[in-house]
């Protein structure tokens, strides 16, 4: 009898009969009707127990669940889980359900209750969103019965005993993949570049739409058109410069341990990678990656293949770091050494202060002179935060003054970058995917790449 618990209402109801019993202390004469209370409390409690005990047509448990996750879930995003459960009794239920989710997530709040009607079916849904890449071990589903009776409770678990791993966040990927293919990435704060010339390969004629440069226009194929009782004006569309390399370099060292939002800035950077490398398959172009600190982890060659999103995306869970220093000589030595053709270099990283960027200066200027070299690095968007407070206090004017002092250093990061010719790109860890995405088509409509 493991399962069979006792329901609050069960324990109102005998409270209120010892306190009856006490009062028939008294008052003798309410004795014989408590006596009666207690014995149809019993036989209430019993035919309880029988309702929820008795066997169930067909030979099924009185209650089935199940839940349903994913085979991997996307970090940093919201997972959708759900839990179906299925009434085999012949009489209405009401549920109280408990997920054992995983350690890693610290909720306590996983109860769903739901009334199901004989023979029915309910599904429950909620989110979940990991902050860590890893393996995620899911427990038991336990459901707990109540007769209309509701004196007693019976537990139903489900052993859903199962491992689910945490990959880099392709449900982002996906989401941009499918704004890029409908042209509507714009919603995502992806900007609609305009380009600059059209030194590029003619493609084909194609009805103009709003936001197209009319300098675009086919005068003559417009009047073609017109003259057959068609009035849309058509546009030259021009085909982007193909095949070429994007590289996302990607710092693991102490720097970008800073969490925002639960996510590490490591993360944030990992899961902005993923994005753009599809992005850049999408535009013909050919990615790669190569991730760093005191030591060179890993270094997957530009290419454009079936299967090629797959291979980074597996390359991208694996990585673990300890936090060390970064080696920015060894980056340049590596890159120097394996990547020939001048490509798109996407350096995700952190500098907190100008001397710590000027230490790594070298080295960046000379990855800048053989390849298009795009720095990427994080605004402290907690700290922009307490400077919107106002000051109250001396102490908080002075401590202002401090936060003030690291937010204009950012700033002067970015001037001393662009007086070497190095482009470079200051964002909030949330804006992190759509600002490197604008860069990235900025870069191409430039012709830079």
């Known amino acids: 009898m493991a399962s069979l618990f006792l329901t609050q209402r069960f324990f109102l109801l005998l409270t209120a009969v010892a306190v009856g019993l006490v009062v028939a202390f008294f008052l003798p004469a309410l004795l014989a009707p408590l006596q009666l209370g207690v014995g149809l409390l019993a036989a209430l409690t019993l035919l309880d127990i029988l309702l929820l005990y008795a066997p169930v047509r067909g030979g099924a448990g009185g209650v089935f669940g199940r839940r349903v996750v994913g085979s991997k879930l996307a970090n940093g995003s919201d997972n959708e889980v759900a839990i179906y459960l299925e009434n085999h009794y012949r009489f209405p239920i009401s549920t109280e359900t408990i997920d054992e989710i995983p350690a890693q997530f610290q909720r306590r709040d996983v109860l769903f209750k739901a009334a199901l009607p004989a023979g029915q079916t309910t599904v429950i849904r909620y989110q979940l969103r990991p902050v860590k890449r890893g393996e995620y ?163 997957v060659p530009a290419e454009r293949r079936a299967g090629h999103m797959q291979k980074i995306l597996e390359v991208l869970y694996k990585q673990r770091t300890k936090y060390l220093e970064t080696d920015f000589e060894l980056l340049y030595a590596n890159v120097k050494t394996k990547i020939k053709q001048r490509s798109l270099l996407i350096l995700f990283t952190n500098f907190e202060t ?93 012709g830079l790449i």
């Open 137 to 299: 071990q899911f427990g038991a589903l336990h459901v707990f019965v109540c007769s209309p009776l509701r004196l007693v409770r019976r537990r139903f678990r489900h052993g859903q005993d199962q491992v689910v791993p945490v990959y880099p966040s392709f449900l982002q990927m996906r989401q941009y993949e499918l704004l890029a293919i409908s042209n509507r990435l714009t919603e995502v704060g992806v900007k609609r570049i305009r380009r600059v010339g059209h030194s590029m390969e003619f493609e084909q004629i194609r009805p103009y739409v709003a936001g197209d440069d009319p300098r675009t226009i086919n005068w003559k194929a417009s009047a073609r058109r017109a003259g057959t009782g068609t009035d849309t004006l058509v546009v030259n569309h021009y085909q982007d410069e193909r095949a070429q390399q994007v590289y996302c370099l990607i710092d693991k060292g102490r720097g970008m341990r800073m969490p925002f939002e639960g996510l590490s800035l490591l993360d944030y950077a990992i899961n902005a990678t993923l994005v753009v490398s599809n992005i850049a398959l999408l535009k013909h172009d050919k990615a790669g990656l190569i991730t760093f600190a005191d030591r060179l982890s890993a270094v």
């Open 354 to 446: 100008l001397n710590g960027m000027q230490r790594q200066l070298p080295y960046l200027r000379r990855l800048a002179k053989d390849h298009l070299l795009l720095v990427v690095f994080f605004e402290n968007t907690e700290l922009q935060h307490y400077l919107d407070q106002p000051a109250a206090t001396t102490e908080e004017v002075y401590n202002q003054t401090i936060a003030e002092k690291f937010a204009q250093e950012k700033c002067q990061i970015v001037r001393e970058l662009q007086r070497y010719g190095i482009h470079s790109l200051l964002t909030p860890p949330q804006q992190l995917t759509a600002n490197t995405i604008n860069r990235y088509l900025e870069f191409k409509a430039r």
